[in-house]
């Protein structure tokens, strides 16, 4: 074969470990940081965006809130001198004085029922009848025993007095006169049971006429006439509850019992009051009365007993209320009202206000009672912040906030102003006013 030059244009055939290939990709740890600067760069102007709406909104607080040396608006109240009392707090039950649940003590069919459910009775007001008339008559047998059998006395008695004359003559023997004079002791005897028989039998005649033994309110009817009831049955007739007075039962700690004992020994009158569920309104106050005689060891408190008058009848028999013990009152103490007392974990303290700026002062608080704490590391007199505690930094300006009455009127001046040159032009806030 003979030797031909080459086709400049025919491709040429490279082998295929000579070809080109293309180059590697992007590693991937570069596609994640162009994705994170990315967010920092947004998260920036998200945060920009906010500071300055911040600063717009709150213009008085130097730009930032709570900045050093800024301006805030808070209401500022001042501690002062006053008496504060001691309470022990606990959940009380009202109990009555007197509770008579009436049975019946005669057996026999009920004729009447003469009470109201829920009537107010005084003592000795009818409730209930029970038919006498079986009553009735055996008092009337057993007075007629006692009439027979004095009779007899009376008799033996005048056959004494014969046998002792006819004894003074010598007419009989001294042992005739001996035996009457035993004959007449028998004979007292026996109307002396015959008149035990008849008040017995008066008594169980007047067990029909059942009437209040105390004064107080009536419960609900739990018979009716024409109700069979014994006199050994369980059944309850009636429950009568004296409402006026009135008792609450409460209980105490045990460590708390040597302040109220001393109290008690110096025959100081301790006031207990009762308050509803929400412990905002009191119900009714009264006095503490008496104590348990011992400790109860499981729960290791101690009942005790206050007794109100309950003249509106507020108070309930069987009431569940919250009760308020003073034990003792702290006078001329400084308090502040509890709001403005603030808390760093444990550390209690105030932001005081003194020429204008506020500065922290830790204080130790006491005794709390209607909204106002006793405190200790400030002064009588002193002005602290009651609000605006998140914009308060040491050496804040504090301003108390414009009254409503002011701002209208400084908003009827501005608008006044403004009618009486309508044709003044607006200044921006960095040109000269005309």
Known sequence: ??????????????????????????????????WIGVLLVFGLVVWWV???????????????????GGTVTAITTTAQLGDIGVYEEAIGTVTPVYTASIVSQATGQITAVHYREGQTVTKGTPLIEIDPRPYEATLTQAEGQLEHDT????????????????????????????????????DQGTVKNDEGTVAYDKVQLGYCHIVAPITG??????????????AD???????????????????????SLPQVIAQMRAQHSLEVQALDRSQNKIIDKGKLASLDNQIDTTTGTLKLRALFTNQNQSLFPNQFVNTRLLVKTLSNVVLVASSAVQHNGTQAFVWAVENGQAQIVNVVTGVTDNNMT?????????????????????????????????????????????????????????????
Do not use: C
């Open 1 to 34: 074969m003979s030797d031909q030059p080459l086709n400049q244009d025919e491709p040429k055939l490279i082998p295929p470990d000579h070809q080109l290939t293309a180059g590697p990709p992007p590693p991937r740890k570069h596609r994640a940081v162009a």
């Open 50 to 68: 906010e500071n300055h709406k911040q600063e717009a909104a709150t213009p008085t607080a130097g730009g930032r809130r709570g900045a050093a």
């Open 151 to 186: 009779q007899v006395l009376a008799q033996a008695k005048m056959d004494e007095d014969r046998y002792r004359e006819a004894w003074a003559r010598n007419s009989i023997a001294k042992q005739i006169l001996d035996d009457q004079e035993k004959t007449v002791l028998q």
């Open 217 to 230: 309110r009536v419960g609900l009817r739990l018979v009716d006439p024409g109700n069979l009831v014994s």
């Open 233 to 255: 049955g369980g059944t309850v007739l009636a429950v009568i509850t004296q409402m006026r007075p009135i008792t609450v039962v409460f209980t105490i700690s045990e460590d």
């Open 374 to 434: 006793q405190v200790e590391g400030i002064a009588a007199g002193t002005v602290v912040a009651n609000g605006s505690f998140e914009k308060l930094t040491p050496g804040s300006k504090v301003i108390p906030p414009a009254a409503p009455g002011e701002t209208g009127r400084q908003s009827g001046a501005s608008s006044k102003k403004a009618k009486s040159n309508p044709t003044a032009a607006p200044t921006s806030p960095g040109s000269p006013a005309p």
